[in-house]
């Protein structure tokens, strides 16, 4: 196989360009004039808003008519850290001993050219036509605030009349090997300040001070004590983390004004985000006291239930691996959180064992087999009658 149909080359294009997040340097041009070259016509879309950096997105489509499979990615990625401590360059896109090396590789310009590719060879064995439309959502602000990225691109496709059927997201969902698992939903994300107020003072005199450091701890243990559920059948149990508990007190003599707390509820689809702020602020009620709660919700949680789609998936990596991944909704959040709104979403792509450490890379086989793991799954939605969503 040579030019698009193979990913390799145009893996290593993409992670030769510097995108750390927000900046794009080049990735998106690059990934455009291999898209235009198989006839998809390609929209830029930056994206602003006071505060926050600007971020170019791009949203491709071949094809004209109905269903619209997307698959749904980013070029964006997150800093290397020290660049000495890497063994391969990692912005070279170095080719050693079957592997391709650099940031990037795994998560996730190695899926986006896999998608291209096979694509590519779908067309190649469809006379260059599709029953009905592919497109690519790409953006360059997943790694980041996730603010001018995948949801303003939504929003824009709606205002154009623009419809997806069916979307995968191709982040790096196997834990060790290709054909571990397919996501087919995400845990919701709320994050919380805690912060409890009392009266500074001196410790000989706690009658003239209100010291917010037991209050504050009684709080912290309604959280480390609660078990908010026990799981579901496509969940993990909902669970709490205390992440920092800060006073920034450096006198022993003095009772100090503020307490702080930091935690994160990664949630399953038992709760709401709304649910979680209520319970919350009982809990603290009931200890009592002067307190503020902020809270900031980077995802509610999501399942695409097992069915068609999902069947889909699972059948194109069985045949490329002979493995059957596990249908599963662990881990982080990603931009299919905005995605499911829209269509039924899931995701898969490479092994993450690599992703945002030290020389970060993945087996070159693998991205061929990720190719034809992602033509079987065109080949199956447009044969579907239904179009498989």
């Known amino acids: 196989m040579s030019g698009l149909e193979q ?31 198989l006839g998809f016509s390609c929209r830029r879309l930056p994206f602003s808003e006071p505060g926050t950096d600007d971020v170019d997105n791009l949203y491709a489509r071949l094809g004209t008519s109905a269903p619209n499979f997307c698959f749904a990615g980013h070029t964006d990625v997150v800093p290397v850290g020290d660049a000495d401590a890497w063994e391969h360059t990692p912005f ?18 190695g899926a986006i050219a896999a998608f291209v590719a096979g694509t590519t060879r779908y067309l190649a064995t469809h006379d260059q036509k599709v029953p ?3 497109s690519l959502l790409i953006t360059g602000d997943e790694e980041g605030p996730s603010i ?9 496709m709606t205002k154009e009349g ?54 504050l701890i009684a709080m912290v243990h309604k959280l480390t004590t609660a078990r908010l559920d026990d799981g579901t059948d496509h969940f993990q149990p909902s669970n709490i983390e205390v992440t920092s508990i800060d006073v920034g007190n450096p006198a022993t003599n003095v009772i100090p004004a503020q307490a702080q707390a930091m935690f994160n ?3 399953n689809d038992l709760h709401t985000s709304s649910g979680l702020d209520t319970w919350l602020r009982a809990e603290f009620d009931a200890v009592g006291g002067d307190y503020d709660l902020a809270i900031h919700i980077t995802g509610e949680a999501f399942l695409t239930p097992p ?83």
């Not at 080049?26 to 455009?32: E, F, M, P």
């Not at 997201?169 to 995400?186: H, Y």
Request: glycine share 12%.
């Open 132 to 134: 009905g439309s592919i």
């Open 148 to 156: 001018n990225g995948t949801r303003k691109v939504l929003e824009w």
């Open 92 to 109: 070279a896109a170095e080719v050693v001993d079957g592997h391709l090396y650099g940031r990037g590789a795994a998560d996730m310009k």
């Open 162 to 215: 623009e419809t997806l059927d069916a979307c995968l997201v191709g982040e790096p969902t196997n834990p060790d090997a290709l054909g571990d698992m397919v996501k087919i939903g995400r845990r919701g994300s709320l994050n919380a300040r805690l912060t409890v107020t009392g009266t500074q003072g001196h410790v000989a005199y706690p009658h003239l001070a209100d010291n917010p450091v037991p209050g």
């Open 7 to 37: 990913p390799l080359d145009l893996a290593r294009s993409l992670i030769r360009c510097e995108s750390v997040t927000p900046a794009d340097g080049g990735a998106l041009d690059t990934l455009q004039a291999a898209l235009e070259s």
């Open 307 to 389: 069915g068609p789609f999902s069947r889909m998936i699972v059948a194109a990596v069985e045949d490329a691996t002979g493995r059957t991944p596990e249908l599963s909704t662990t881990g982080g959040t990603s931009d299919a959180r905005f995605i499911k709104d829209y269509c039924p979403v899931a995701e898969f792509g490479l092994a993450g064992k690599t992703m945002h450490k030290v020389d970060e890379g993945v087996p070159i086989a693998d991205l061929d087999a990720l190719a034809e793991i992602y033509r079987g799954v065109l080949e199956r939605y447009f044969s579907a009658s239904d179009g498989g969503a």
């Open 265 to 267: 509820i990664r949630f």
